[in-house]
Structures are given as C-alpha cells and as structure tokens.
C-alpha cells in the first residue's frame, strides 16, 4: 500500500494526519510520502481538493464527487458529524481495509485558497 499525503506549504493540519496515519497503520508496513502542492495547476494534477489530501494507491478515498481540485484548506467530519483537519484514526484504519471510508467520513472544503 502506498500513502501519499498532499497539504499545502506549511499546513497546521499535517502533522495531526500523519499521527493519524502511524496509528490506522498499527505497525502494518506502507510507504508513506509527503507532497507539498502550492499550484492550482499541481493540485489539479493530483486531484487534490483541499489540504490534507490522503491518496491510498492513487486514490482519494475520502473524495466527494464534484468537489474541485483545489490549494485550500480540507475539513473532514467523523461519523458523529464533528470537524477537524484530518480524517480520523478509525476512518484511516477503514480507508486502509478497503472498506470505503468515504460513507462515514464526509469532507468539506474550509479556510478558503491558501497561496504562499
């Protein structure tokens, strides 16, 4: 399994999902790579819709259809309808299962465009 995780230059959420990320892991072995997207170009080219962006093979499985790529800030909400910056540890842990994630971790898109 390969992780990519695409945020915006300096995004404050990036470390709190690259905690969540080690911990849905549970010492399960993954390559796990940081992009930093400043570009509208780049993030169109990633499909990124927002910061953090979390790829698992290639996908994001958090996406939700006809969100617009994006170098903004990403919000995402656990299954009690919560917001943080982050998908949580138990939607990582389903998002990495292969269980689609996506139903019971809705995002929606925050903060406005993020330019360095």
């Not at 995004?11 to 400043?38: F, H, M, W, Y």
Request: include cysteine.
């Amino acid at each position: 399994m390969r992780i990519t995780v695409l945020t915006v230059p300096d995004c404050p959420n990036a470390p709190l999902v690259r905690e969540r990320i080690t911990a849905a892991l549970d010492g399960k072995q993954a390559q796990v790579e940081l992009i930093e997207v400043s570009e509208e170009g780049e993030a169109a080219r990633w499909q990124m819709t927002g910061s953090p962006t979390v790829l698992v093979d290639g996908v994001d499985l958090f996406a939700v259809a006809g969100t617009p790529a994006s170098v903004s800030c990403r919000l995402y909400r656990d299954k009690e309808g919560r917001s943080g910056g982050a998908p949580s540890i138990e939607a990582l842990r389903q998002a990495f299962a292969g269980t689609g994630a996506s139903a019971t971790a809705p995002v929606e898109e925050c903060c406005g465009a993020h330019r360095p």
